[in-house]
C-alpha cells in the first residue's frame, strides 16, 4: 500500500465515523421528542432503538457479502446510498406526523450505518500493524465522539426547546435536519467514488475469504461478539433514556436543558477517547477495558440511590468509561485473526449491535412501571460481562 493512499483513505473512512456519531446523538433526542409530541410511551418510544439497531443485526451479512465479494468501498458506497435514502425518509414521516413511518425511515437509514460499521471497522483496524488496531480505531471513533455532541445540541435546540402544541414547527424541524444529513451524505458518497483506495485484506491473491463456522474455533472471538451485543445493549439503553432520567431525578429540569447535559455526557464520551487512546497505545487494552468496564457496573448500581444534580453527573461519568468499549472489544475480538476471516468476523460484530434494538424497549417497559431509575439498574450485569470479557474473556488460547 503506498502510504499516501492510506492516509487519504484514513481520512475518508474517518468521515464516517463522524456521520454516524451525528445520526445516533440525533436519535438519543428523538425518544423524548416523540414521547412530547406524537404521544408515545417510553417502552414504545424503545422501538425507535429497536428499529434502528434491528438494521444492523439484518444488513450485516449481507455487507459483509458485498465486501467478500466486491471490496470494502463497495461496502461503504453501498451504506451512504441506504443513510441517504433513509434520511429523505423522513420528508413524508414528518408531513404525515406519522411514527410507524418514522420507524421505517430510521431502519432503511440504519441499514446504511450497519454497512458502513461493517466495512469501516474493520477496514481501520488493518489499516496497518495488529499491535496499534486499537489505538487506530479509537482515534477514529474519537470523530464518532464529535458527531454524537452535535446531535443532542441540534435536536434539543431545534426540537426539544418547541412546546407540546407545536407540532407542525416541530415536524418541519426534524425534516430541515435530516434533508441537510441527506446532502452531505450524497456528497460523501460522491468522494469515496471518485477516489481510489487500497483494499487491504484482498492485496494476497491467494487468501480465499473463511467461512463462519471457522469463526468459532476463536475462543476470544466468539466471547468478544457476546461482549459487544451486552455492551452495546448498556450504552444504547444509557443514551436512549439519558434525558428522561435527567428530569425525573433533577426536579425542575426541562426537556431542552436535559439534552444539553446528554451533550455535556456526549463530549465526556469524547474526552473518554481522547485520553485513552493514547493509553491505549501504551498499556494493556484488555486491561483498561476491564476497569473502565468495572467502573461503570459500579456507577449504575449508585444511579439509583442518587438524586439532583449529582445523579445526572455521575450519569455523564458512566459515558466517560463507555468511551473506549465498543472499539476496544472490536479490536481485541479480531487479534490473531487470519485475514481471510476479517470480513465474516466483523459481521458478526456488527450483527451484536442488536443488542442496542433489545435493551431499550426493556428499559422503557421497566421505566413505564416503576420509574428510569429502576430501568438503569439493568445496565450492571452488562458492564460487568464486558469487564470480565476484558480481564479474562479477551485473552488468547
Known sequence: MEQKNVKVAFVLVTSLFLLWGLSYGLLDVMNKNFQTHLGV???NSGLLQAAYFGAYFIIAIPASMIARKFSYKAGIITGLLLYAVGALMIIPASNSANFSLFLLAFFILACGLGSLETNANPYITKLGSDEKASFRINLAQSFNGVGQF????????LFLS???????????NVQMVYVGI???VLF???LFILVKMPDVVNEDAEQKDGSYAELFEYRHFKIGVVAQFLYVAAQVGAG????????????????????GYLSAALVAFMIGRVVSTPLLA?????????????????????LFVLSGSVAVFALIGLFFFMSISFPTIFALSLINMPQRLVKPASSLLVMSIVGGAIMPFVMGKVADLAGTPAAFLLLAPCFLFVAWYGFKGSKLH
Open 162 to 172: 418547541l412546546s407540546h402544541g407545536d407540532l407542525n414547527a416541530n415536524m418541519k
Open 41 to 43: 410511551t417510553k417502552a
Open 188 to 190: 460523501i458518497m460522491l
Open 240 to 259: 436512549a433514556f439519558f434525558i428522561n432520567y435527567a428530569v425525573e431525578k433533577w426536579q425542575g429540569l426541562s426537556d431542552a436543558v436535559a439534552a
Open 282 to 302: 501504551k498499556f494493556s487494552p484488555n486491561k483498561m477495558l476491564g476497569f473502565y468496564a468495572l467502573a461503570n457496573t459500579l456507577i449504575s448500581l449508585v
Open 150 to 157: 452535535v446531535g443532542p445540541i441540534i435536536g434539543g435546540t
Open 182 to 184: 441527506a446532502a452531505v
